[in-house]
C-alpha cells in the first residue's frame, strides 16, 4: 500500500495498461478473458491501495505469463502463441508457420529488467520461493495467494488459488513455468508451500527436456536445518594434502597415492557433492 501510494494512481495503473492486464493478450485460443481492473476515474484511496498488493482485481493465467516474459526479457512484450506451424496431413509438408509477433518494445528498461532479475533469483535463493530453487541452476520466481471470491462478491476465510510463476536461467530466462493451484485442501495455504515445489519438479523436468546447462555462477542459497546442502568441488589440484583438506572442510576425504600433492579430484571441480559427501584425491 505503501508503494502503490508512492507511485499514485495514474503511475501505477500506466503500468498495469502497460503490462496487458486488463485487455487481451491476443492469444491464438478461443473465450480469451480480459481480467477485471477499476476504471482509473473509480480509483480512490482504498482501490488504490488494494490493487497494490493484488485483492479488487483479477487477471488471467496468460497475462501474468506475458507480463512476466516482458518483464525477464528485457522489456519486449510478444503476442503469446500455441500453434507453432500447420502441416499438409499427407505430404507433412509445412503450409504455415508462426513466428513471434513484437506488441511493444520499451515497456520497462533493460536496466529495470535486470534489476528484477536479480530480485526475483534472490527470491528462489533466500526468500518464500525456496521450494523451487534447484542446485546447480539459476531460477527466478514470484509466489501467489490470492484469496478467492464467493458468488456473493466477498472473499471466501481459507479458500486461496496459490501459485507460484518462475523462470530459468534466471540471468538469461528461456522458459517462464506458471504452476496455480485452485483451492488446496489439507496444506499449508502460501504459494511458496503447494506450488513451489510443483515447478520445481516442472522445471526440472524442462532442464533435461531443452538441455539447459548448469551455472555455478548461480546467488548462494541460505539452506534451512532440514535441507540437504550442498558443497561445490573447490580446485585443488597442485596442492598439498593439508591444503586441500582445509579446501575441502565438510567433505569425506579419501586418499591415495604416496606423495603429498594433488593431481586429481573425483568427482571433478565444479561439481556438487552434498555436504559430507565423499571426495576422492590422487596424491603424487
Known sequence: MVLGNRLGKEKLFSYIDLLGFGKKTGIDLNGEGQGIIFDLDKVGPLELATTAFGQGVSVTAIQQVNAVSTIVNGGTMYTPYVV??????????????????????????????ELVKYVLESVVANGGGHNAYIEGYRVGGKTGTAQKVGSD???????????????????????????????????????????????????????????????????????????????????????????????????????????????????????????GGKVKLMLN
Open 84 to 113: 507453432s506451424s500447420i502441416s499438409d496431413g499427407e505430404s507433412g509438408d509445412v503450409i504455415k508457420k508462426f513466428e513471434p509477433r513484437i506488441q511493444k518494445k520499451n515497456v520497462i528498461k533493460k536496466e529495470t529488467s
Open 153 to 275: 462478491g466477498r472473499y471466501l476465510v481459507g479458500d486461496y488459488v496459490l501459485s507460484f510463476i518462475g523462470f530459468l536461467p534466471a540471468d538469461n530466462p528461456e522458459l517462464v513455468i506458471y504452476i496455480a493451484i485452485d483451492g488446496a485442501h489439507d496444506a499449508v495455504q502460501y504459494g511458496g508451500s503447494v506450488s513451489a515445489p510443483i515447478a520445481r519438479s516442472v522445471m526440472k523436468s524442462a532442464i533435461s527436456l531443452y538441455n539447459i546447462k548448469e551455472d555455478p555462477n548461480g546467488m548462494p542459497r541460505d539452506y534451512f536445518w532440514y535441507e540437504t546442502k550442498y558443497i561445490t568441488i573447490p580446485n585443488v589440484v597442485g596442492l598439498s594434502r593439508d591444503e586441500a583438506t582445509k579446501e575441502l572442510s565438510g567433505l569425506q576425504i579419501e586418499y591415495s597415492g604416496q606423495g603429498d600433492t594433488v593431481i586429481s579430484v573425483n568427482p571433478e571441480v565444479g561439481a556438487r557433492v552434498k555436504e
